[in-house]
């Protein structure tokens, strides 16, 4: 009889054969994050897949994440939940205020050139401390760094959730400017968004200029 583990690998072996190389569209990427996030309001749990199979194919032929997702470092926002991913679907990038300079620019550019992934998501939410500092405090040290961007994205706005959309869109612009994504990814349809989550509630509300 063949054990537990001789079972994954050839689970594995079989789906790599079946899978191809071609990367999703970023129309068919944001579809897909929708459908998660539609799935995601329903569940008490997490539903992507981290299985053990999962684990194996990825660590045996790499990653090919269908999204990349720069969000807020905020314990309450978890991309791979929201969207009802699994390992491998998501090259997340995490960061206070969802902010952008250059390291975010070098994995968000790794991942476009390098990963072949079609769509870039910077993901801000509702109730969002970062923002809220910006707005109502002046802090020192390092985190004045995050807040001195997020005053240059959002002027003079004092709703919150007004300047969390703000600040999105200041890092979706400051993406595009920064990176060629159109000639890292050869004409591939590739497409920087913003989105808004909601923490109350759960939903993912995607901004489009």
Do not use: W
């Amino acid at each position: 009889m063949r054990s537990a583990r001789q079972k994954v690998l050839s689970a594995v072996r079989f789906t790599t054969k079946m899978g191809g190389d071609t990367m999703i569209s970023a129309k068919e990427a944001i579809k897909k994050l929708e459908e998660g996030n539609k799935k995601y309001l329903t569940e008490n749990t997490g539903s992507g897949d981290i299985s053990p199979a999962a684990r194996l194919r990825t660590c045996a032929n790499g990653q090919r994440p269908y999204a990349i997702v720069i969000a807020c470092s905020d314990s309450r926002v978890i991309p791979e939940s929201i969207f009802s991913a699994g390992i491998g679907d998501l090259f997340t990038i995490r960061v206070a205020g969802n902010v952008i300079d250059s390291h975010q620019l070098g994995s968000i550019e790794y991942s476009v050139e390098h990963l072949g992934t079609n769509l870039v998501v910077v993901l801000g939410h509702t109730c969002c401390g970062a923002v809220d500092s910006a707005i109502h405090h002046d802090p020192s040290g390092f985190i004045k760094c995050i807040t001195d961007e997020i005053r240059q994205a959002i002027g003079d706005e004092t709703d919150p959730y007004r300047a969390s959309c703000l600040n999105v869109e200041h890092s979706v612009r400051k993406i595009s400017r920064a990176l060629d994504i159109d000639h890292l990814r050869k004409g591939n349809d590739p497409a920087v968004i913003g989105a808004i989550y909601h923490i109350d509630d759960g939903h993912v509300e995607f901004l489009y200029e």
